[in-house]
Each structure stands twice: as structure tokens, then as C-alpha cells.
């Protein structure tokens, strides 16, 4: 038993489809009104739950473990939307301005009036091969997009690179939110990105460390 919401949503989401998979096969059920839900006659055996719905990213749950009849309660889960027509625009220029607080300011080839959050997050690594998967690494999620331009903002002490160091950057069409309010699958040690599109990335892109 359990809850699943989608992020940034009022209500708790009913209609989110939950599976389990196991050794006697599959259970399936779906989230009441309130957000909750409950999977009986699982056997003994270890399990994974997805937490899909059409437009968002699946969630994985990996190593459920149950024994003698056990009842688990589990905490909540949340499901991210998904950017799958978004058009990630062409990087142009990059450089950094130092004010409060230092930002990288990515020079974009579509303008747009007004600003908005954009659906895309950044990558950043000391080696040139960066990628979502090339661990350690570090996330920004931008992070505003006014008039063709992206700013990223950070203090530098979010960033694990000493002043002058050559940074290199790479941007995928994902949810900003997730990467903020994700999290780490503890069993097998890595971070999710449900809505995170491998194929669609941006250059990568480099700048000095104010």
C-alpha cells in the first residue's frame, strides 16, 4: 500500500497505473481519488513497482521484498510530465557574467517573447565526454529563458570546481522539477530521470570557473 501523486498537481491523481513484477509474475492496480493504493495476493518473492501514466515518466521502485504475508507501506512516490515534442533550440554562444551571484548565460537561436521556465536539464562535468550517465556530475535546471537567452545561476559552492577550471556543459530536453525533487533509486545506486530523453541533447558547450 501506498500513495502516488503527480508533481505539481492539487489533487492527489487518481488513474496513475501501478505494476508489480516478481517471481509469481504480475500485479497490476491503479491509485484512488485520494492519491492511494493497494496490490494484493503478491507471493513471497523480491518485486518491482512501476508507477506509470500516459504523458508522464515511469518511476522504478527495485528490490520490494516480501515474506509470510507481509503488508508494506510505502512512502509517497511522484511522477514527472514529460516534454516529448519539445524542440531543444541550437546553442550559439556561452559566457559567464559575475554579479551576487555568477551565471552562465547560454545564447539560444529561437527567441521567444516573454520568459518562461524552460523543459531542460543541464549537465556539467570537468571532462569533455559529459553526459547525463558520467558519474560524478552535477545538475542545473534552468533556470530562465528571456529573449533567446538561458541563464543558469549558481553560488559557487553548489559547483565542485576550483575557480579557473575549463567546465564542460550539455543540456537534455527533461523536467527541471524532477531533477530538483527526484530521486536516488537506493538499490541500485543511481539517480532517475524518468523524463529525461537521451537522444535529444544539446552541444556540449564549455566555460571557465569564476
Not at 115 to 123: A, E, G, L, R, T
Not at 177 to 196: H, K, P, Q
Amino acid at each position: 500500500m501506498g500513495t502516488a501523486e503527480l508533481w505539481q498537481e492539487w489533487d492527489k491523481s487518481p488513474d496513475i497505473n501501478i505494476i508489480a513484477t516478481g517471481p509469481y509474475g504480475k500485479a497490476n492496480g491503479v491509485t484512488k481519488p485520494d492519491g492511494s493504493f493497494i496490490l494484493d495476493g503478491l507471493g513471497n518473492g523480491t518485486y518491482r513497482l512501476d508507477f506509470t501514466k500516459e504523458g508522464y515518466g515511469t518511476i522504478k521502485l527495485y528490490g520490494l521484498q516480501l515474506f509470510g504475508g507481509d503488508t508494506i507501506s510505502l512512502a509517497t512516490f511522484h511522477i514527472f510530465k514529460k516534454y516529448d515534442t519539445f524542440v531543444l533550440p541550437a546553442f550559439t554562444k556561452i559566457s559567464v557574467e559575475v554579479s551576487a551571484y555568477p551565471r552562465v548565460v547560454i545564447e539560444t537561436d529561437r527567441i521567444f517573447e516573454g520568459s518562461f521556465q524552460m523543459p531542460v536539464v543541464v549537465f556539467l562535468d570537468s571532462k569533455k565526454n559529459v553526459s547525463y550517465n558520467s558519474l560524478p556530475c552535477r545538475t542545473l535546471s534552468p533556470m530562465g529563458w528571456d529573449q533567446g537567452r538561458i541563464s543558469l545561476v549558481f553560488d559557487t559552492d553548489q559547483l565542485p570546481f576550483e575557480s579557473g577550471t575549463t567546465v564542460y556543459l550539455i543540456a537534455y530536453v527533461g523536467n527541471p522539477a524532477e531533477i530538483v525533487n527526484g530521486y536516488t533509486d537506493s538499490f541500485l545506486g543511481v539517480e532517475e530521470y524518468s523524463t529525461l530523453i537521451p537522444e535529444k541533447h544539446s552541444q556540449v558547450l564549455s566555460f571557465i570557473m569564476p
